[in-house]
């Protein structure tokens, strides 16, 4: 489908903010929802944020919500993920990554790693204490 290469990830203090950048290669950017995960050290990949192909329709998880923000600039083939208040906690490996179906519905529970059909390498935040 789609390439996709994430930047961004660092090191901060607790209550900092980092935006975290995901770039897309290809021509189906724009039917794509894009999604953003995490993996911390010892534990499973989980979905945290999602956006519609038409960027109109955000989805989160409790434990970001508030204070992440997905984003997406399609003329820049671009999805962004906004971080503030980080915490010890939001430390781990972020991945984003694309639906494999074109122009469909936002999520409206997590939904699963299988649903994606492209992934990013990975970019490490880690939020110091």
């Known amino acids: 489908q789609v390439h996709l290469a994430e930047s961004g990830g660092g090191l901060v203090r607790a209550g900092g903010s980092l935006t975290l950048s995901c770039v897309a290669t290809?021509?189906?950017?724009?039917?794509?929802?894009m999604g953003w995960f995490r993996q911390a050290p010892g534990q499973e990949r989980r979905f945290i944020a999602g956006?519609?192909?038409?960027?109109?329709?955000?989805y989160y998880v409790d434990s970001v919500k508030g204070r992440f923000t997905i984003s997406r600039d399609n003329a820049k083939n671009t999805v962004y993920l906004e971080m503030n208040d980080l915490k010890p906690e939001d430390t781990a490996v972020y991945y984003c990554?694309?639906?494999?179906?074109?122009?469909?519905?936002?999520?409206?529970?997590?939904?699963?790693?299988?649903?994606?059909?492209?992934w990013g390498q990975g970019t490490q935040v880690t939020v110091s204490s």
């Open positions: 990554a694309a639906d494999r179906r074109r122009f469909s519905q936002l999520w409206s529970s997590p939904p699963a790693d299988s649903e994606f059909g492209s």
């Open positions: 290809g021509q189906l950017f724009n039917s794509l929802a």
């Open positions: 956006i519609g192909w038409n960027w109109q329709n955000t």
